[in-house]
């Protein structure tokens, strides 16, 4: 949502309530972003989230290769692929 600060003032409570929500606010000056409300995340708690899902991610993508090919890549041939565009 984008509103005006001379707005954001008036409706600060409504705002902060919708960052509770998960919403976030562009607070906008004479048409310009100069401010976001956004909601708080326990940081700790999103971190681990996000490491678990990455790991979940990596565990199925593994899969999919094993089921595939019926090895999973050494660590030397991934490294290789890896660079393969840089060189």
Do not use: C, W, Y
């Not at 708080?40 to 979940?56: E, G, S, Y």
């Amino acid at each position: 949502m984008e509103i005006g600060v001379f707005e954001a003032r008036n409706r600060f409570s409504e705002l902060i309530d919708a960052a509770e929500r998960g919403e976030e606010t562009m607070v906008l000056r004479r048409g310009k972003p100069v401010a976001r409300i956004v909601p708080v995340v326990a940081p700790n708690a999103d971190v681990a989230a996000r490491r678990m899902q990455a790991l979940r991610d990596a565990q199925e993508i593994g899969a999919r290769i094993r089921a595939r090919l019926g090895r999973v890549f050494t660590h030397e041939e991934l490294m290789e692929a890896r660079d393969e565009g840089k060189r």
